[in-house]
């Protein structure tokens, strides 16, 4: 059974202080795994979709890197705008689009 | 551009009434899905559909039944409500190409009593 675990479940940082969220994930073979934004009230936000161990991408103040066990999103100089929670989901090989998620960092950025 | 539109957005029941929720994407996607979101569990496939006239079983199908009678629209139905059903339940849609991200609601809130 595919399985996605995201840490810490909460994160609260102050206006520039750098840090990152983990995704680890466990999969029959790892077809994509994505990144999530969402804020109260709202539906997830797409970001990123990574595809191989080693791939980075970058939006504004957010870098997603992928290894062949874990994801992180590295949030710099993180401002409080960035606050949402952050989700991680995976699709795996004989799975077809369907999405499996973790469930959520919920991240605080204080001024 | 609306992107996916779910209505209702608020709703509350009585146990043993049913419902439809109605879910429509604007962006010609083949595939449409139907998530349920808790507190604690994360976001739980219901049901999918690769297509227009198909559906298919996703996590935790059981109570619910879905139709895609059109290629923009996804409905979903709740024959007899439990107050196990409480959540809040969100529609997605993407292409067929592999890894084509799905594109969300905004969701649906329901209350069963």
């Known amino acids: 059974e595919d399985q996605v675990t995201q840490s810490p479940e909460a994160l609260r940082l102050q206006e520039g202080e750098s840090s990152s969220l983990n995704c680890s994930y466990t999969?029959?073979?790892?077809?994509?795994l994505f990144w999530y934004r969402q804020d109260p009230g709202k539906g997830p936000e797409f970001l990123f979709t990574l595809y191989s161990a080693g791939e980075e991408k970058e939006k504004e103040r957010l870098k997603a890197t992928l290894t062949k066990k874990e994801s992180f999103l590295h949030i710099t100089a993180p401002k409080p705008e960035d606050s949402a929670t952050y989700l991680c989901a995976v699709t795996a090989t004989g799975g077809g689009n369907k999405l499996t998620f973790g469930t959520g960092t919920q991240l605080k950025v204080e001024l | 551009n609306a992107g996916v539109t779910q209505t209702p957005k608020f709703r509350v029941l009585k146990t043993g009434q049913s419902m439809t929720l109605l879910c429509a994407q604007d962006m010609n996607h083949e595939y449409m899905y139907w998530y349920r979101q808790d507190p604690g569990m994360g976001l739980r496939l219901i049901h999918y559909?690769?297509?227009?006239?198909?559906?298919a079983k996703g996590e935790v199908p059981d109570g619910y039944n879905v139709s895609r009678l059109k290629k923009q629209n996804f409905l979903l139905g709740l024959e007899s409500a439990a107050p196990s059903q409480t959540s809040v339940y969100f529609c997605?849609?993407?292409?067929?190409?592999?890894?084509?991200?799905?594109?969300f609601g905004d969701g649906t809130r329901l209350s069963i009593l």
């Open positions: 997605a849609s993407s292409y067929v190409a592999r890894n084509q991200p799905q594109h």
């Open positions: 559909s690769v297509g227009e006239g198909t559906t």
């Open positions: 999969v029959s073979g790892l077809r994509g």
